[in-house]
């Protein structure tokens, strides 16, 4: 791309006219591994490698060539000073610094490590500045996080009831002492002393012998209601403390004792209760019963206490193990769609083919003037194929296979235009009934898609209602937090349509199979079990999610939550139709069709010589380039996007380079849909086409669609 850049635009000039400082400075930058960007010229004209444009996101090809002020305006005062010192022969560096930037087109807030060099020109002036940036974001996060987590037990260790202490080493050193551990010796110094220095007064009671013991044996102590006597008040007499407590040793990863961990509580009021109760019976009995019933309580407090930590902790344990079988759920269904868009693949490609094989017959059949049952015949194949059509869109929507035209739109204006469909759909014994937020936020989503998802669950809706009932769409603005399950979206603004009835509703088995694919509870016939593992999908890869409420005997709600857009809806423009067939006016068009489906090739070769062009074929990107590297014109490359080998995407970036002005015209059945999202919808054809969509999209890019083909043409090559 440097190579290929009119650097005559900028004030460095023609490439070849740089001096020798700045072609070496250059190959330095390009050849690093880290990112790395030249400020090049007083205006700071960049000149950057690989991995700064992996940093720099969608601002990228633009920053290429473009002035540091211009390319990050948000930066323009931090950029400012950095050219300052380093054309004035300054060197700077920055760790983890803050800083806001727009790479994906939103505000961004990021940390990086920044260095900061002036690269000098023959004269050994500097000349320009190198930076070395490289992002710490992650580090950074991940830091605060474990500081706050560390905090959170920190202020839990210290805020325990128990007393807690933690002593390293043969010497038996305190590295770890709470609140209540320092009550309990009268809150003395004692981190980074000994035993013997802090607590000296505990010599000759028997509790150095036994820390000596577990240290050397790694057995661990526990006692119970050992009376130690501890000076607890400066210049005041030794007082006898009773404790519960347990010596326990820290292992390090060799099975070596390292240190003793010790907890307990302070039991001295429980003792003395205990001796007094002792010492009243022989002298009170019939006062038996005053101290019984106090100790019972006690007991009961205690108990109520342990048990209480009990249930919190089994649900806490429950808890993971429901989200971890969520996830292990969500796994399978991953591997399950990656195996689904592949059986789609090849099955959108045997679709192409009898679609496009009917389409022949049909006209052959008008132009012969057959009509009856030969006609009716090819009309069950083509319905039987458009059924198989759906059915693969289905498996791409359960996978996130398929492309979605996301823009921003009014939901209450789409399920007030599908009423009469919803209507139509549910019959006579169910009704109909909408609540639309009347401020409801634009959705980003794809408008064709939700479209299919609502019918879809009011489609389930009503047959989950046997006899009659209430079916109610519902939409409404919605703030979530963080999520709790994998279905759910991540935390903010989302704009949510429900799908709620008084069916019959699930039961918590047949609710935790809901998205599973293939899973259904209808009868054999009636459905696929696509349903809700497509609406999942469909909300997953549009950037939300979808929830679940469900009671047996009650009815079921679905609600699906979609991204709030930040735009108002947009008007929507329509284009005069283009007729389908008919040969294309002027001298034939040379195009170049590659798949490596010889039967998909030869139908879509077919279509295309309808048209009137003439058409050479190449069933490998290999083969594709050699063929182009032969002709001296092409005016169209149709190109298949999975391919083995060099699959489209590949054989476009090298097609471009060779040929940049040549149009492509892509050709899929499932493709990755990173790989063309920056790829417009009049340069891809969705397999199984349709032969006049794969004819009005050629015409398009051959410049034959008047101002709309301009606009194609002119709007230069996708960036894959």
Not at 353 to 380: H, M
Request: net charge negative.
């Amino acid at each position: 791309m440097i190579r290929a850049f009119d650097w005559a635009s900028t004030s460095l000039g023609p490439i070849e006219d740089w001096p020798q400082s700045l072609k070496t400075a250059t190959g330095l930058v390009v050849h690093s591994a880290v990112p790395m960007v030249m400020l090049w010229g007083d205006d700071g004209v960049m000149i950057y490698n690989d991995a700064y444009a992996v940093f720099a996101s969608r601002r990228h090809p633009q920053l290429l060539g473009s002035k540091v002020q211009e390319g990050w305006p948000e930066a323009a005062g931090f950029n400012d000073h950095i050219m300052k010192v380093g054309l004035a022969g300054g060197t700077l560096a920055y760790r983890d610094q803050e800083l806001t930037l727009h790479r994906n087109g939103v505000p961004e807030q990021v940390w990086m490590n920044l260095d900061y060099s002036p690269v000098p020109d023959e004269t050994g002036k500097p000349a320009g500045v190198i930076a070395i940036v490289i992002d710490t974001t992650e580090r950074v996060l991940a830091d605060r996080r474990n500081a706050a987590e560390g905090d959170r037990l920190r202020a839990m260790f210290e805020q325990a009831p128990s007393f807690m202490a933690r002593l390293d080493g043969p010497d038996h050193i305190f590295t770890l002492a709470n609140a209540a551990f320092l009550r309990l010796v009268g809150h003395r110094e004692v981190i980074g002393r000994s035993v013997h220095q802090a607590v000296p007064e505990i010599e000759g009671q028997g509790l150095f012998e036994i820390l000596e013991d577990c240290y050397r044996s790694g057995r661990p102590f526990v006692g119970t209601g050992i009376k130690v006597q501890l000076q607890r008040h400066r210049n005041a007499a030794a007082e006898d403390r009773y404790v519960d407590f347990i010596y326990q040793p820290i292992l390090d990863s060799a099975g070596a004792v390292t240190g003793l961990f010790v907890e307990g509580s302070d039991v001295t009021e429980r003792i003395r209760a205990d001796i007094a109760l002792r010492e009243s019976e022989l002298r009170y009995r019939a006062d038996l019963h005053g101290f019984t019933d106090r100790l019972e309580a006690s007991v009961a407090e205690r108990t109520g206490e342990l048990a209480a930590a009990n249930r919190q902790l089994v649900a806490q344990i429950e808890g993971r193990e429901r989200v971890e079988a969520t996830l292990q759920q969500m796994q399978r269904l991953e591997a399950v769609g990656q195996l689904t868009a592949g059986v789609a693949h090849d099955f959108n490609n045997l679709l192409t083919v009898v679609l496009g094989n009917i389409g022949f017959l049909e006209r052959t059949l008008d132009q012969s003037g057959i009509a009856g049952k030969p006609r009716d015949r090819l009309g069950y194949m083509k319905s039987a194929a458009d059924r198989g059509a759906k059915l693969t869109a289905q498996l791409l929507a359960f996978s996130r296979r398929q492309r979605l035209e996301a823009r921003p739109l009014d939901l209450n204006e789409t399920v007030a235009s599908m009423h009469d469909l919803l209507e139509s759909s549910m019959g006579g014994s169910v009704r109909l009934e909408t609540a639309l937020r009347p401020d409801l936020w634009p959705a980003l989503v794809d408008a064709t898609q939700i479209e299919l998802v609502i019918l879809n669950l009011a489609i389930n809706a009503r047959d989950a209602m046997a006899v009659g009932g209430a079916l109610t769409v519902e939409t409404g603005n919605v703030t979530l937090g963080a999520p709790t399950r994998p279905d759910a979206p991540p935390a903010g603004d989302y704009v949510m349509v429900a799908v709620s009835d008084s069916g019959t509703g699930m039961t918590p088995e047949v609710l935790a199979k809901a998205y599973e694919p293939f899973f259904t509870t209808k009868p054999v016939g009636k459905g696929s079990g696509l349903g809700l593992a497509q609406v999942l999908g469909f909300a997953k890869q549009s950037g939300g999610g979808v929830r679940i409420d469900s009671t047996q005997g009650q009815g079921t709600s679905v609600k699906v939550y979609l991204p709030r857009s930040a735009k108002p809806q947009a008007v929507e423009h329509s284009f005069g139709k283009i007729d389908s067939v008919g040969r294309l006016p002027g001298p034939a068009r040379l195009v170049l069709l590659v798949d490596d489906d010889a039967a998909v090739r030869e139908i879509t070769s077919a279509l295309l010589h309808e048209m009137g062009c003439t058409v050479i074929e190449a069933g490998s990107g290999g083969a594709a380039l050699d063929l182009l590297e032969a002709q001296a014109h092409c005016d169209l490359l149709v190109l298949d996007f999975a391919m083995p080998g060099m699959n489209g995407a590949e054989v476009a970036r090298e097609v471009m380079q060779r040929r940049p002005g040549l149009p492509i015209l892509f050709v899929t059945g499932y493709a990755d849909i990173t790989a063309l999202q920056n790829v417009g919808e009049d340069r891809i054809v969705q397999k199984p086409f349709r032969n006049d969509d794969l004819q009005r999209k050629a015409r398009r890019l051959l410049g034959l669609d008047g101002d709309l083909a301009g606009d194609a043409v002119a709007s230069g090559q996708p960036s894959l």
